[in-house]
T-cell receptor, first 117, second 115 residues
Framework: AQKITQTQPGMFVQEKEAVTLDCTYD???????LFWYKQPSSGEMIFLIY??????QNATEGRYSLNFQKARKSANLVISASQLGDSAMYFC??????????????FGGGTRVLVKP | KAGVTQTPRYLIKTRGQQVTLSCSPI?????VSWYQQTPGQGLQFLFE???????NKGNFPGRFSGRQFSNSRSEMNVSTLELGDSALYLC??????????????FGQGTRLTVV
């Protein structure tokens, strides 16, 4: 069974500084995808970044980058130059990349980030 | 291009009643997944529909059911509501099924309160 662990329930970060959100995962599947989502207080889950298990390079999307360490089974999200609008819950998620698994996502417990001016 | 639309946004129901939630995926997307989010259990997968067929199901009682129509719109139904069913119900839309690099786009959710 898949499992995602986010050990930081909440954290403060100073505006314009970088922040790293931890995510470790456990799976026996050889092929999987890792996702990060942002959930503001409105409730909508906003896709941030994706990393495939066979991708050689770490994924980057604007101010977001994913520090993927396959041997350690970690997929940490780095947000550079934090902005006040980055205050939200952040979820790490995993999907088996097998046809039979479809699009089912397994989520971690989330990390609440509060950006201080 | 319109995003994922969930209706209604808020619902208040009484124990024992039933409720139907609706999700319209992004145009051209054929997969719809449903998730329940509660403070205690976090985000849990309910089920996924693709081409009008349920393809995956999470570990929820039979009171939770769903369906998908030919236009890919999906509904989920919860019968005999319990207080513990109070949650944010999120719908996710994906273009394909089981394809790599397929993103899931979420709606704003329906917040259900059972009193």
């Amino acid at each position: 069974a898949q499992k995602i662990t986010q050990t930081q329930p909440g954290m403060f970060v100073q505006e314009k500084e970088a922040v790293t959100l931890d995510c470790t995962y456990d799976t026996s599947d050889p092929s999987y995808g890792l996702f990060w989502y942002k959930q503001p207080s409105s409730g909508e889950m906003i896709f941030l970044i994706y990393q495939g298990s066979y991708d050689q390079q770490n994924a980057t999307e604007g101010r977001y980058s994913l520090n993927f360490q396959k041997a350690r089974k970690s997929a940490n999200l780095v947000i550079s130059a934090s902005q006040l609008g980055d205050s939200a819950m952040y979820f790490c998620a995993m999907r088996e990349e097998l046809k039979a698994a479809g699009n089912k996502l397994t989520f971690g417990g989330g990390t609440r980030v509060l950006v201080k001016p | 291009k319109a995003g994922v639309t969930q209706t209604p946004r808020y619902l208040i129901k009484t124990r024992g009643q039933q409720v139907t939630l609706s999700c319209s995926p992004i145009s051209g997307h054929r997969s719809v997944s449903w998730y329940q989010q509660t403070p205690g259990q976090g985000l849990q997968f309910l089920f996924e529909y693709f081409s009008e067929t349920q393809r995956n199901k999470g570990n929820f009682p039979g009171r939770f059911s769903g369906r998908q129509f030919s236009n890919s719109r999906s509904e989920m139904n919860v019968s005999t509501l319990e207080l513990g069913d109070s949650a944010l119900y999120l719908c996710a839309s994906s273009q394909g099924w089981g394809d790599e690099n397929t993103e899931a786009f979420f709606g704003q959710g329906t917040r259900l309160t059972v009193v």
